[in-house]
Each structure stands twice: as C-alpha cells, then as structure tokens.
T-cell receptor
Framework: EAGVTQFPSHSVIEKGQTVTLRCDPISGHDNLYWYRRVMGKEIKFLLHFVKESKQDESGMPNNRFLAERTGGTYSTLKVQPAELEDSGVYFC???????????FGEGSWLTVV | EDQVTQSPEALRLQEGESSSLNCSYTVSGLRGLFWYRQDPGKGPEFLFTLYSAGEEKEKERLKATLTKKESFLHITAPKPEDSATYLCAVQASDYKLSFGAGTTVTVRA
C-alpha cells in the first residue's frame, strides 16, 4: 500500500514567487494534515482537513497560505507570494479516523531566496 | 498551550549500551502520545501511540512507557541502525499534534 506522497520533494524559489505543494494521502484516509518545520524549530501544525472540509486551520501563519482538498482526495498548499521566512520543510500526514495512527509523508523542502 | 519537552537533545551510545529518552508534556485533554523516528531528509516514521498512564508498548529494541506527565522511550542493546532522531508528540482534544524538538541518537559500532 502506498504511503503519503508529496510533490515536489525540493523547491527553490525567489521571494515573491508562488509555490504549490501537493499531497496525496493514503487511500481511504479522510483526515489530512499539513505541518511544517522551519529552521531550528519544532514541527508545527498548520491545518486539518476532514474529507474536503477544513476542520481546523488555526495554524496557518497568514493569508499568503492557501490550502485546498479537491473532492476529499489530494490536497494542495499554495504560498503566494513567498517570503524568506517561509523556508522550511512542509509535511503532509493522513489518518483513517480521529485519534488513529497519523502517517507522515517525506516532506516538501522549500527554500525561498 | 500544549508543551512537549524532550531530553536529552543528543545522545551518543556505544553499540549494546542501553539508555532512555524522556518526553515530558503538558496538554489539555490528552488523546494520545506518539513516538516517531526520523532519519535525515525523511519524514517522521510512526513507532508507537500510547493512550493512558501505565501503558507500555514494545517494538524490537524499543519500549515506550507513559505516565501522567511524561513518557520514556527505552532503547535496549542498540545497534548502529537505531541511529536517528526520535520525536515525541502529544495529541490533544482538538486532534492536533504538538511535537517536541527531538532527541538525536547516535549509536557507534
């Protein structure tokens, strides 16, 4: 069974540009999460989808970040315009039900220059 | 705000030298405590979930325990392939995970 897959694995963009990260959760997992780790910090929660609905987006840093989950399947996280402080690794995770095992992807490593 | 503190930050062990990692936490309404292993350049790999004080789980050379304030990850007779960063995270009533900074374990042959 395929795990959580993320694309791209690495991205280098200039300040002010736009980047879109994609996540494909494990098949059948209704819960999809975005987390990120910026340099020197712990992994932090960004938001949580249940199927196509945003359950909790309290961790989104500002309105330059937009997350969508089309049809309750894959999700995208867009950063527009990107700033230097957005550099870090963005993890997607999924789980079947509330409170069950949360599986993480390999991460999308974003560098803004 | 939920807080997770892991200690030590780094741990260097000789192969076969058993040790323990600590994760202390404060959380409102603990749903579960998760342990993950992370290798360089990779995502967190699930190891255990503990749900209530007194619970213990084992997997190969790893054993996780939970009390009301902390969790321990015991590594028995470690091998070089156990070298990794071990992350502790608590899941609160809102289902968010709050992570600690991790303990980086290096096991020398």
């Amino acid at each position: 069974e395929a795990g959580v897959t993320q694309f791209p694995s690495h991205s280098v963009i200039e300040k002010g540009q736009t980047v879109t990260l994609r996540c494909d959760p494990i098949s059948g997992h209704d819960n999809l999460y975005w987390y990120r780790r910026v340099m020197g910090k712990e992994i932090k929660f960004l938001l949580h989808f249940v199927k196509e609905s945003k359950q909790d987006e309290s961790g989104m840093p500002n309105n330059r970040f937009l997350a969508e989950r089309t049809g309750g399947t894959y999700s995208t996280l867009k950063v527009q315009p990107a700033e230097l402080e957005d550099s870090g690794v963005y993890f997607c995770a999924s789980s079947q039900d509330y409170g069950t095992i949360i599986y993480f992807g390999e991460g999308s490593w974003l560098t803004v220059v | 705000e939920d807080q997770v503190t892991q200690s030590p930050e780094a741990l260097r062990l000789q192969e076969g030298e058993s040790s323990s990692l600590n994760c202390s936490y404060t959380v409102s309404g603990l749903r579960g405590l998760f342990w993950y292993r992370q290798d360089p350049g990779k995502g967190p790999e699930f190891l255990f979930t503990l749900y209530s004080a007194g619970e213990e789980k084992e997997k190969e050379r790893l054993k996780a325990t939970l009390t009301k304030k902390e969790s321990f990850l015991h590594i028995t007779a470690p091998k070089p392939e156990d070298s990794a960063t071990y992350l502790c995270a608590v899941q609160a009533s809102d289902y968010k995970l709050s992570f600690g900074a991790g303990t980086t374990v290096t096991v020398r042959a």
